[in-house]
């Protein structure tokens, strides 16, 4: 198991499963394609004038309050949890946290992890989120956050999300939707693999077994120049900004 140590790890390895240790997986060449473009964002984000602004407790604030609120405790995977985890800037003294992410040692090896001030990051197991070794119903939470569209196997994920969760527990996901007339024309979005419009996304979440609690399609907005030129240097982004909606989602099981 490669676990990048952190803030409370002990609690996440009293529950692995050892005979999950050796995950199949098989990565689709798009996927491939989007992790690379995942680790040339992430190198630079925070020179990047649309993102590199981001208050990131007032971001993760804004998240938890759209997927379920503020409530913390017990045992939290965050699938997909990037540098920037939201445990790393919000949790109680009640929260058991582990991140998920097959690019947890590059993030690590390259000091681009981030969190609140006096606060340790999140230990994190490298690997990807459709084969977890981590037992059966042992999670209070799952997060998901801005992940499912970048994975391999997005129906996969969702059945270890299902598979982890305690019977009682809860998962938050967001994901990026789109208007369905452009998810066609969608192909060249390689940073992407999946292009869902938020019918589909909703299919696809009670089609795994999840009951939705709650959810939000928020129209996606950008911090974009006002002027023609700087628009379209920014082309995918102002595309987006007509076409894409952040969905929230509070999920429980079926
Ligand atoms: C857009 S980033 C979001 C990161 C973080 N959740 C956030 O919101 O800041 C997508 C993340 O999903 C991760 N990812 C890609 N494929 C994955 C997979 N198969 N399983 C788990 N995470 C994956 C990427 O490595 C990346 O860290």
Redesign the pocket.
Known sequence: MTLISGYNQSAWEALIDQDRLNPKQTPRKR?RK??AA?QAF?RNWRQNPLYGHIDLAGFWADVLAKTGGPRLAGHIL????????ALNFWRDAETQALG????AAF?SENHIVESGPGLEPIAMWCG???SIPIRDQVADQVFC???LD????AES?LQEIRRILKPDGFARIYVHTFKAWICPFLFWDTPHVYHWSPSQFEALLQNHGFRIQTVLHEPKTFDLPSSLWGRLRNLPYWVASHTAYTSYFQLTLA
Request: with cysteine; glycine share 14%.
């Open positions: 996927w989007a992790q995942e992430w965050d699938i997909g949890c990037g540098p920037v985890p998920v992410d097959p690019l993030y990807g989120g459709e956050f801005n992940v970048h994975v391999a196997q994920v």
